[in-house]
C-alpha cells in the first residue's frame, strides 16, 4: 500500500527539540522531492520544507529558519524534520507529503499525505 | 512571499447548488504552479487540481479549476453531500510555498 506514516510528536516545552519522522512505502520514495505541512489547531494549511530527492536541496518557511532541519535516509524510506527552539506558535499537526510534479513543466502538487503528528509547544 | 486571498471565507449553499471559490494571489503566478485541495473534518488533505485545470487523479469532473495571472477559480457544479469541506489553493511559483486561508463549503 502506497503511504506516509508520521511518528515522533508530542508535548515538549518552549525552547525544547522534538525529531519528526516519517516512514514511506509502497512507492520509490529515492525519487521524489518531499514536503512537511503543518496545520494550527482550527487554522488553515502552511507548507514548512522541501527536500530534494538526493537531500542535496532544501528550503524553509521564513519563520522555522535556522531552528527547524529537514533530511531524509533513502535507504529507510524516511523523511525527518528535526525542530528545535520550540515555540507555542509552533504547535500543530504536523503532515509529511509526496511531491509529485513535472520539473520540466514546472508542475508541482502534494499528492500524498500522511495522516499527520500533533506537536504542542506548552509548559 | 506570495501570498493568496481566497474568497468568500464561509460558503453556504445546499446540495445539487453549484460552488465558486476564488483565489487571489499578490503577484503574478504561472498556472502550472497553482494547485487546490480538499480537507474534510478530522481527515487529511487531497489534491483536487493542479497546474490550476488539470483534475487529479480519481477527482469527479464537477470539479473544475480555472484562472491564470493572480486569479484563479475552483467550481463544483453541482455540489453533493460529500463536496463539503474546506477548500485551499496553494501556489509553488517560488519559496516560500504559500496555501490560502481557505473557503469553507457548508451547508445551508
Known amino acids: 500500500e502506497v503511504q506516509l506514516v508520521e511518528s515522533g510528536g508530542g508535548l515538549v516545552q518552549p525552547g525544547g527539540s522534538l525529531r519528526l519522522s516519517c516512514a514511506a512505502s509502497?512507492?520509490?520514495?529515492?525519487?521524489?522531492?518531499m514536503s512537511w505541512v503543518r496545520q494550527a489547531p482550527g487554522k488553515g494549511l502552511e507548507w514548512v520544507a522541501n527536500?530534494?530527492?538526493?537531500?542535496?536541496?532544501?528550503y524553509y518557511v521564513d519563520s522555522v529558519k535556522g531552528r527547524f532541519t529537514i533530511s531524509r535516509d533513502n535507504a529507510k524510506n524516511s523523511l525527518y524534520l528535526q525542530m528545535n527552539s520550540l515555540r507555542a506558535e509552533d504547535t500543530a499537526v504536523y503532515y509529511c507529503?509526496?511531491?509529485?510534479?513535472?520539473?520540466?513543466?514546472?508542475?508541482?502538487?502534494?499528492?500524498?499525505w500522511g495522516r499527520g503528528t500533533l506537536v504542542t509547544v506548552s509548559s | 512571499e506570495i501570498v493568496l486571498t481566497q474568497s468568500p471565507g464561509t460558503l453556504s449553499l445546499s446540495p445539487g447548488e453549484r460552488a465558486t471559490l476564488s483565489c487571489r494571489a499578490s503577484?503574478?503566478?504561472?498556472?502550472?504552479?497553482l494547485a487546490w485541495y480538499q480537507q474534510k473534518p478530522g481527515q487529511t488533505p487531497r489534491v483536487l487540481i493542479y497546474?490550476?485545470?488539470t483534475r487529479a487523479t480519481g477527482i469527479p469532473d464537477r470539479f473544475s479549476g480555472s484562472g491564470s495571472g493572480t486569479d484563479f477559480t475552483l467550481t463544483i457544479s453541482r455540489l453533493e453531500p460529500e463536496d463539503f469541506a474546506v477548500y485551499y489553493c496553494?501556489?509553488?511559483?517560488?519559496?516560500?510555498?504559500?496555501f490560502g486561508q481557505g473557503t469553507k463549503v457548508e451547508i445551508k
Open positions: 496553494q501556489q509553488y511559483a517560488g519559496s516560500p510555498w504559500t
Open positions: 503577484q503574478s503566478v504561472s498556472s502550472t504552479y
Open positions: 527536500i530534494r530527492q538526493d537531500g542535496g536541496e532544501k
Open positions: 507529503a509526496r511531491v509529485e510534479g513535472i520539473a520540466a513543466a514546472g508542475i508541482w502538487y502534494l499528492d500524498l
Open positions: 497546474a490550476a485545470s
Open positions: 509502497g512507492f520509490t520514495f529515492s525519487s521524489y522531492w
